[in-house]
């Protein structure tokens, strides 16, 4: 092994479990919908949300996130919700902008539907598939990777051992055009407008955001590979 290598070895190990660094996240309501409080209790998130669905041609949800250019790979863990509708949602999505019709991908947890994969291709454009065979519940960990414009959904029960979020008529793979920079986090919805849910997510990690690794200058893991 390089010495660099051992060093992001070291680095990484060090860090398990610890989750990433993380800042500057914002937290907004997509489409009107009544607004829910968002609370970070050291990497803890609970967000209570609501909003008629992340479906059809437009959205309403409340979405925390952070934007980014480039491939990335994020990952979280979906400790709970209140399913107060068989669609309520939540999960990991990449959306072109904060405009309800905006396109985007979407691998989520539902109320009783299990784990997702759902896209939007074209603004104001229908969003879809939709089957719906139950395969996971909470507490489940989701990741969403993008290579291009090649968008990978995964579902695991330890966060180490990730398995595609697939299921009959609905692929983990979505092609999606998407220009740079994206929007990239965490979205909630009731599905029911003016009905709020609250959803507890843990562990968030991500490429794109900031680590700081032995008290040294904060690096991104991205960049840390780079320097392979």
């Known amino acids: 092994m390089q010495p660099v290598a051992r060093v992001l070895a070291w680095i990484a190990g060090a860090l398990l479990g610890t989750g990433a660094f993380a ?43 952070q934007e980014t250019d480039g491939d990335f790979d994020l990952s979280a863990r979906i400790v ?9 949602k939540v999960g990991l999505m990449a959306r072109q902008s904060l405009d309800a019709g905006t396109p985007n991908v979407f691998v989520n947890l539902t109320g009783t539907h299990g784990v997702k994969v759902i896209h939007r291709d074209t603004v104001g454009g229908p969003t879809g598939p939709d089957p719906a065979e ?10 969403l990777v993008r290579e291009g414009d090649l968008f990978t959904s995964y579902l695991s029960d330890d966060g180490a051992a990730w398995d ?16 740079d920079p994206v929007f990239v986090g965490v979205g909630v919805t009731s599905h ?14 991500g490429s794109f955001l900031p680590v700081e690794p032995l008290g040294k200058v904060a690096a991104t893991w991205a960049a840390l590979k780079a320097s392979r």
């Not at 709970?80 to 309520?88: A, L, N, P, R, Y």
């Not at 979020?165 to 998407?178: D, H, N, Q, S, W």
């Open 164 to 179: 595609l979020a697939e299921i009959a008529g609905a692929p983990a793979e979505v092609t999606l055009a998407l220009g």
């Open 80 to 88: 709970s919700f209140t399913d107060v509708h068989e669609w309520s």
């Open 23 to 65: 800042q500057d996240w914002e937290s907004w309501d997509i489409g009107d919908p009544s607004p829910g409080p968002f609370d970070d209790n050291a990497g803890t998130w609970t967000i209570e949300a609501n909003g008629a669905d992340i479906w059809a041609a437009a959205d309403a949800f409340r979405f925390t996130y």
């Open 192 to 205: 029911i407008a003016g009905t709020l849910m609250t959803a507890e997510i843990d562990s968030v990690q």
């Open 134 to 143: 139950p395969n996971a519940e909470a507490p489940v960990y989701l990741r």
